[in-house]
């Protein structure tokens, strides 16, 4: 049996170097590959484990959305198509029945699908609530002013909640007119 034996260092010159453990390159490599599979695989499902959380703050359901969208944007058509030579108070009707349609298309919706899209109840709500103040207004003679609701007029708090791409829902102008039915 021979066995190598390195000579002794010369003075002042560097001896051999010694092995790499090749066991630590192996371990560090298979934690590496192990990790990197684990955050690969985090990322592909990840979108389906959390895609059923709705937003509280947003309407953010996809058919809800979709409704909501088309239904805005029927609106605006609805209200333009009003006649210019109507009295104020025939005018401030057409505009609440219009804005009642729209209510009444995002309503017919599966009520799941809107129970599972937090804030849209309430956006209807709110949009039920400016019609019933315009109402009111045109009645009692008086200036329409927005609803409140938790210190803010309720078209602040439904702009907030169509942000990000439904921007035609927010509240038209005429529709926060002082004078419903005089734009």
Do not use: Y
């Not at 309720?154 to 702009?159: G, L, Q, Y």
């Amino acid at each position: 049996m021979q066995t190598d034996v390195a000579p002794p260092a010369a003075a002042g010159l560097p001896g051999p170097e010694p092995e790499p453990d090749r066991r630590r390159g192996k371990r560090v490599t298979i934690i590496v590959l192990v990790l990197s599979g684990l955050l690969g695989a985090a990322w592909a499902i990840g979108p389906f484990l959390f895609a059923g959380h709705d937003d509280p703050t947003a309407i953010d359901s996809r058919p809800v959305r979709k409704t909501v969208a088309a239904a805005c944007t029927q609106l605006g058509r609805d209200l333009a198509a009003i006649p210019a030579g109507l009295t104020p108070g025939a005018r401030a009707e057409a505009e609440n029945r219009a804005v009642e349609a729209l209510v009444a298309r995002v309503r017919s919706l599966d009520p799941e699908a809107l129970a599972h899209d937090q804030p849209t109840p309430q956006w209807l709500d709110d949009w039920e609530k400016i019609v019933a103040a315009r109402r009111a207004a045109v009645a009692g003679g008086k200036r329409f002013t927005p609803p409140q609701s938790g210190g803010m007029p309720v078209n602040i708090r439904m702009f907030q909640l169509i942000r990000s791409g439904l921007e035609q829902c927010d509240v038209p102008r005429q529709l926060l007119a002082p004078e419903p039915g005089s734009v």
